[in-house]
């Protein structure tokens, strides 16, 4: 229920809460074969695009999410060369991993493709490395891809996935994971969002048991501000595939050659420590 019609928001179900934007106007709105996709211009977060009137992007405070999807998983891994994202069609994800000088390859698989045309209009600064000759859009089933995949085809994986419902589910299943580890090379890492530790720490555990009963020997989860998402709390669960996670290459984060916002050395080592409430070891 909108406070009045100059806010869009998005209700949390279930849990008494939402957030609010005020809208200047509202830009795009289109049906496509998998979602509703709208575009709004607010007041003080610059462009908004909902999918099935729930937040994905804003242009204010993206940075901290597509920061926190790549660099960890980056930096954890000795030398990252080839990376797979899976969903994130806004890109946003994908520019990030772009500036990582290592990467000969970054395949993303978008279920959607009307995302990724959409935020091109939308979100260029997103899609700005699209046109990179390491960058490859694919529009087809994450799920699928992966399970096609040849075995040990990706250094890194980073599942930058809508909520656990409808077609994004699986993509939070042991049965994902196990083609996940398949398709990573040794000392891989898989990344995947994995919602607010606030609203859904039932989820989270149950991701972590699920990496580890796919096969990955360290499991950690990171956490985050995301003040437009469920809570303003947001996490990313990160698992090696037969490396530990704490041993992340922090002199090679501290001397980074490109521009981060939120991400650094020590963001990346505050980030991997565990409430007392979710705390696995
Ligand atoms: N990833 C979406 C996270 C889920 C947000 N949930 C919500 N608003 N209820 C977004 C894709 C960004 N690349």
Redesign the pocket.
């Known amino acids: 229920m909108p406070l009045d019609k100059n806010w869009y928001t998005?209700e949390w179900a279930g849990q008494g809460s939402a957030i609010s934007l005020k809208i200047n106007s509202k830009v795009h709105d289109e049906q496509s074969t998998y979602q509703r996709i709208e575009i709004y211009e607010t007041e003080t977060f610059g462009t908004l695009m909902t999918l099935d009137g729930?937040?994905?992007?804003t242009d204010r405070d993206?940075f901290v999410?597509?920061e926190m999807m790549s660099h960890p998983a980056l930096f954890t891994h000795p030398d990252p060369q080839r990376v797979l994202v899976i969903?994130?069609g806004?890109c946003?994800?994908l520019h990030e991993v772009l500036k990582h000088k290592t990467v000969t390859l970054a395949e993303q698989v978008e279920l959607d493709e009307r995302v990724t045309r959409v935020s091109e209009k939308f979100f260029p600064e997103l899609c700005e490395s699209n046109n990179d000759p390491r960058a490859k859009l694919h529009f087809a089933d994450g799920i699928k891809w992966v399970a096609d995949a040849k075995p040990e085809t990706y250094d890194v994986i980073i599942i930058?996935?809508?909520?656990p419902v409808g077609p994004a589910a699986g993509l939070f299943s042991e049965a994902f994971y196990k083609n996940c580890f398949r398709a990573l090379r040794p000392k891989g890492i898989v990344v995947g969002?994995s919602?607010s530790p606030l609203f859904h720490a039932d989820l989270i555990r149950s991701v972590q048991k699920s990496f580890k009963a796919a096969g990955f020997r360290d499991v950690a989860t990171l956490f985050f501000p995301q003040c437009t998402?469920?809570s303003g709390w947001w996490s990313a669960t990160i698992a090696g595939k037969d490396a530990a996670l704490a041993n992340f290459r922090a002199q090679d984060a501290a001397a980074k050659t490109f521009a981060t916002r939120y991400y650094n050395r020590d963001i990346h080592a505050a980030a991997l420590a565990s409430p007392e409430f979710l705390r696995t070891r």
Do not use: A, F
């Open positions: 998005e729930l937040v994905m992007v993206n999410y597509h969903g994130g806004d946003g994800t930058d996935s809508t909520d969002q919602e998402y469920p």
